[in-house]
């Protein structure tokens, strides 16, 4: 009886995956985006799926090696970094920024003296996104103001993390993406990731779209930015966002910054919405209570990429995808409710608020 239960099983699953499959492709499709890798996890098992085209009206298809820009997913990996750090004793999360080190971008500026690694990992420095282009030229001499008082309110901040990042440096003399291969890349085994281009990654990379679909670059990032740069894989991100759920690498207390708010996501000059009750911000990732339950999360949109995350810590449960096209992110809800599960998960209407 047990062996005809297993061969029912295994033919069961020999018929759903293609025609999962064929459902993704037709979703991708739909939405005019090109290729896509996701991965779900669930109770011990993970299921992989790599669909569509690494470039719109090209054959080479997106394969488990295709390498995609994973954008401001790179913050979440700055972030346990910084943690690690932490339980190193080189970093206190509560000691301002500027007495590690100078950042000239911000003379000029009281304020800024003000700022902590608490305050960059929860999106309350006040800071902008971005000030300039942090691809042009002039970003690194341009001159960096707040927006809002430190502390007073959310307001994301990829600047906030190219200070911490400068932050880390100071205090390894390492560049980063020496450390993110010493503190993260390393000891998750994660072989197929860079904060720069790498020659090998030429082979397999995946070109980025617009909204239309119609192919923009492959972006061969030189210097590497924690906010923006990070290329990887979904095999080699979903490795890391299992160590976020587990607290991997980080002694108990500190993993617990991951999973405990630190401040409610009270947008800064946003009147609040329903789904504010829903997202709080832990130390570098969202929190979201969904209906099936809490669950960390975080998104990337380089605008012709898009990709996201949704892990649930109590069992481990995780949904990992990345696409190559400006329109990634509609796809969450559908790819939520078709691996996870029917429930609402909040993150994208609140991200369609702000």
């Given at each position: 009886m047990k062996t005809i239960l297993l061969l029912a099983l295994l033919l069961l699953s020999?018929?759903?995956?293609?025609?999962?499959?064929?459902?993704?492709?037709?979703?991708?499709?739909?939405?005019?985006?090109?290729?896509?890798?996701?991965?779900?996890?669930?109770?011990?098992?993970?299921?992989?799926?790599?669909?569509?085209?690494?470039?719109?009206?090209?054959?080479?298809?997106?394969?488990?090696?295709t390498i995609f820009q994973a954008a401001s997913l790179g913050k979440v990996v700055l972030a346990y970094a910084a943690l690690r750090l932490v339980d190193q004793g080189r970093l206190d999360l509560d000691q301002p920024l500027l007495t590690y080190g100078p950042y000239p971008r911000l003379n000029g500026e009281p304020r800024a003296a003000r700022i902590t690694a608490r305050m960059v990992l929860g999106h309350t420095t006040g800071l902008p996104n971005w000030a300039d282009n942090p691809l042009g030229p002039t970003w690194k001499t341009s001159v960096l103001r707040l927006k809002f008082a430190p502390d007073s309110c959310w307001s994301y901040s990829g600047e906030g993390y190219a200070f911490l990042q400068k932050t880390l440096e100071h205090i390894t003399g390492e560049s980063w993406e020496v450390l993110a291969r010493q503190q993260v890349f390393g000891p998750l085994k994660m072989t197929n990731s860079s904060f720069v281009w790498q020659?090998?990654?030429?082979?397999?990379?995946?070109?980025?779209?617009d909204k239309a679909g119609k192919p923009t670059e492959i972006r061969q990032f030189q210097e590497a930015n924690a906010g923006f740069s990070l290329l990887t894989t979904a095999a080699d991100y979903r490795r890391f966002v299992q160590a976020l759920a587990t607290g991997t690498g980080l002694t108990p207390?500190?993993?617990?910054?991951?999973?405990?708010?630190?401040?409610?996501?009270?947008?800064?000059?946003?009147?609040?919405?329903?789904?504010?009750?829903?997202?709080?911000?832990?130390?570098?990732?969202?929190?979201v209570n969904t209906s099936r339950g809490p669950a960390l999360w975080h998104w990337?949109?380089?605008?012709?990429?898009?990709?996201?995350?949704?892990?649930?810590?109590?069992?481990?449960?995780?949904?990992?995808?990345?696409?190559?096209?400006?329109?990634?992110?509609?796809?969450?809800?559908?790819?939520?409710?078709?691996?996870?599960?029917?429930?609402?998960?909040?993150?994208?209407?609140?991200?369609n608020e702000k």
């Open positions: 020999a018929l759903v995956a293609p025609a999962q499959h064929a459902g993704l492709a037709a979703l991708l499709q739909q939405q005019r985006v090109p290729g896509m890798q996701l991965i779900h996890t669930k109770g011990g098992k993970t299921t992989a799926y790599s669909v569509g085209q690494r470039r719109a009206g090209q054959a080479a298809p997106v394969t488990a090696g020659p090998r990654f030429a082979a397999n990379a995946a070109t980025g779209h207390a500190t993993a617990r910054l991951l999973t405990t708010a630190a401040n409610a996501a009270n947008r800064c000059g946003h009147a609040p919405t329903p789904t504010d009750a829903r997202i709080a911000w832990a130390c570098g990732v969202g929190l990337g949109d380089n605008d012709d990429c898009q990709n996201f995350f949704l892990t649930f810590p109590a069992t481990g449960e995780s949904l990992v995808f990345f696409t190559n096209g400006a329109n990634g992110l509609r796809l969450t809800d559908e790819l939520l409710r078709r691996f996870v599960g029917p429930g609402e998960y909040y993150t994208q209407q609140w991200l």
